[in-house]
């Protein structure tokens, strides 16, 4: 049932992605008049029926079974997309930094980074490999969102030279081989599962990514010989149930709202022990609802802007009291900025061969934008740059995880990491909606679009 589900979402959310739904509808309904031939009497339709259920039980279960073994990966699969020679003559040429060592700006870094085709990861890796680091991406591609886009970005990155490993982080033998192939300065951790009510859905999947991927992840680092330093992506939503504002790194945070939540204040727990134990640089990076230009459609501007486009309603969530839900809108370039100072300024490890030498450092800073905006206020800036009316449908907000506000205090990024961030949300909006009507090609007169100028 999922696959259906699926497709359909696929469809209402990329009407313009050429091909491959259109082409499925079309077979399905030569099918529908075969199998509407061969239905001649009551007698073989029975036969018939029996039949289908059994085809679609075994599918079934060939598909779980499938899944089940991509998700543990090499044990079933040994090196299928990944090692060889060539393999590792792309990865080498990929990290290797084009600024020579003694250049004015230091020697160049060389960054492992997971999700590298997803929104912050891709940003990241060109910012990276524009100023001269070698990168390396590694990402699984899984379908949480249309894995169309996440192709799109890491063919972006190729067109740099840019090397996208396929490949899951649960993956320790694959792992073991990057650091094996490539002495890595750096790590940008990344890849993680998204959303905060998809958690209700498919919590296992939080779990496969946030902790054992990370812990999968640590392991590798921690074994890698010389260690990286880690920078890695935790989250505002962290701060859950707590109402004192501006959200300052040294307040409380142990009253998650989501598993998603939950799973990143994991993810600060385990990094903190393999800090302590293995001396490992740690750096645990906040964002505050991060947007722009190739971003993840399962964010509400991003769905917003294609509801209002194809006419539908928008469902605008209004919290308790009937107070608006706002949210620290943080633009990527600004984020962009904040990772690659955190790379900038991460110490080193200390371990090696399972010990540490001495203390490294563990830090946790805050990526936001300081300016809560509310949803409404969202809808009304998105009206103004696609100029179309959106109709907003209000509902009272569900008890799904979601936190009513989010506002973060920068003061310690902004002292420790230069983070200043620049861009406001009608700003950014803005270079968003360039982005997604040229992508999604609204620009090339072929689109309904025309007709609301
Ligand atoms: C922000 O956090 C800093 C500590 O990092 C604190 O000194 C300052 O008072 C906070 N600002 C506000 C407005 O709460």
Same mark, same amino acid.
């Given at each position: 049932?999922?696959?259906?589900?699926?497709?359909?979402?696929?469809?209402?959310?990329?009407?313009?992605?050429?091909?491959?739904?259109?082409?499925?509808?079309?077979?399905?309904?030569?099918?529908?008049?075969?199998?509407?031939?061969?239905?001649?009497?009551?007698? *073989?339709?029975?036969?018939?029926?029996?039949?289908?259920?059994?085809?679609?039980?075994?599918?079934?279960?060939?598909?779980?079974?499938?899944?089940?073994?991509?998700?543990?990966?090499?044990?079933?699969?040994?090196?299928?997309?990944?090692?060889?020679?060539?393999?590792?003559?792309?990865?080498?040429?990929?990290?290797?930094? !084009?600024?020579?060592?003694?250049?004015?700006?230091?020697?160049?870094?060389?960054?492992?980074?997971?999700?590298?085709?997803?929104?912050?990861?891709?940003?990241?890796?060109?910012?990276? !490999?524009?100023?001269?680091?070698?990168?390396?991406?590694?990402?699984?591609?899984?379908?949480?969102?249309?894995?169309?886009?996440?192709?799109?970005?890491?063919? =972006?990155?190729?067109?740099?030279?840019?090397?996208?490993?396929?490949?899951?982080?649960?993956?320790? !033998?694959? +792992?073991?081989?990057?650091?094996? #192939?490539?002495?890595?300065?750096?790590?940008?951790? =990344?890849?993680?599962?998204?959303?905060?009510?998809?958690?209700?859905?498919?919590?296992?999947?939080?779990?496969?990514?946030?902790?054992?991927?990370?812990?999968? =992840?640590?392991?590798?680092?921690?074994?890698?010989?010389?260690?990286?330093? #880690?920078?890695?992506?935790?989250?505002?939503?962290?701060?859950?149930?707590?109402?004192?504002?501006?959200?300052?790194?040294?307040?409380? *945070?142990?009253?998650?709202?989501?598993?998603?939540?939950?799973?990143?204040?994991?993810?600060?727990?385990? *990094?903190?022990?393999?800090?302590?134990?293995?001396? =490992?640089?740690?750096?645990?990076?906040?964002?505050?609802?991060?947007?722009?230009?190739?971003?993840?459609?399962?964010?509400?501007?991003?769905?917003?802007?294609?509801?209002?486009?194809?006419?539908?309603?928008? *469902?605008?969530?209004?919290?308790?009291?009937?107070?608006?839900?706002?949210?620290?809108?943080?633009?990527?370039?600004?984020?962009?900025?904040?990772?690659?100072?955190?790379?900038?300024?991460?110490?080193?490890?200390?371990?090696?061969?399972?010990?540490?030498?001495?203390?490294?450092?563990? !830090?946790?800073?805050? +990526?936001?934008?300081?300016?809560?905006?509310?949803?409404?206020? +969202?809808?009304?800036?998105?009206?103004?740059?696609?100029?179309?009316?959106?109709?907003?449908?209000?509902?009272?907000?569900?008890?799904?995880?979601?936190?009513?506000?989010?506002?973060?205090?920068?003061?310690?990024?902004?002292?420790?990491?230069?983070?200043?961030?620049?861009?406001?949300?009608?700003?950014?909006?803005?270079?968003?909606?360039?982005?997604?009507?040229?992508?999604?090609?609204?620009?090339?007169?072929?689109?309904?679009?025309?007709?609301?100028?």
């Amino acid at each position: 049932m999922r696959v259906v589900v699926e497709e359909e979402e696929a469809e209402v959310m990329y009407p313009s992605t050429p091909g491959k739904v259109k082409v499925e509808q079309r077979s399905s309904a030569a099918m529908s008049r075969q199998v509407h031939r061969c239905f001649a009497s009551t007698g *073989t339709m029975f036969l018939w029926a029996l039949f289908l259920v059994a085809m679609t039980a075994t599918y079934l279960s060939f598909r779980s079974l499938a899944g089940d073994a991509a998700a543990s990966s090499s044990r079933y699969f040994p090196a299928a997309s990944w090692g060889g020679l060539h393999w590792e003559r792309q990865i080498r040429a990929s990290a290797s930094p !084009r600024r020579p060592p003694g250049s004015a700006e230091g020697a160049g870094l060389s960054v492992l980074v997971t999700g590298a085709a997803g929104f912050v990861g891709a940003h990241c890796s060109l910012a990276l !490999r524009k100023r001269g680091d070698g990168v390396v991406g590694i990402d699984n591609y899984n379908s949480y969102y249309d894995p169309s886009l996440k192709k799109a970005r890491r063919a =972006l990155l190729g067109s740099h030279g840019v090397f996208v490993v396929d490949g899951d982080i649960n993956d320790g !033998r694959l +792992l073991a081989k990057l650091f094996d #192939v490539v002495p890595f300065t750096h790590v940008l951790h =990344l890849a993680a599962q998204a959303g905060v009510r998809y958690a209700m859905e498919n919590p296992s999947s939080y779990v496969r990514s946030n902790v054992a991927g990370l812990v999968s =992840l640590l392991e590798s680092c921690k074994d890698a010989d010389p260690q990286p330093a #880690v920078v890695w992506a935790s989250s505002s939503s962290v701060y859950g149930l707590n109402d004192a504002v501006p959200f300052s790194e040294a307040h409380r *945070t142990d009253k998650p709202a989501s598993l998603y939540a939950a799973t990143k204040k994991a993810g600060e727990a385990i *990094t903190h022990t393999y800090n302590h134990i293995y001396g =490992l640089s740690i750096t645990g990076l906040r964002f505050f609802t991060v947007y722009g230009p190739w971003g993840r459609p399962d964010m509400a501007y991003f769905f917003f802007t294609r509801n209002i486009l194809q006419g539908k309603p928008v *469902t605008v969530y209004r919290g308790r009291d009937h107070v608006d839900i706002a949210r620290d809108f943080t633009y990527i370039d600004d984020i962009v900025r904040g990772c690659l100072a955190a790379l900038d300024t991460a110490g080193r490890s200390t371990g090696g061969g399972g010990r540490k030498r001495g203390a490294a450092p563990y !830090r946790i800073f805050n +990526l936001g934008n300081t300016s809560p905006v509310t949803v409404p206020a +969202l809808v009304a800036m998105l009206e103004r740059c696609l100029m179309v009316k959106a109709r907003r449908h209000v509902v009272e907000m569900p008890g799904n995880g979601d936190v009513p506000f989010t506002h973060a205090n920068i003061s310690l990024a902004r002292e420790q990491l230069g983070y200043k961030p620049t861009t406001s949300l009608e700003m950014g909006l803005k270079k968003f909606v360039r982005w997604y009507l040229s992508y999604y090609g609204y620009n090339r007169g072929t689109h309904a679009f025309r007709n609301h100028l």
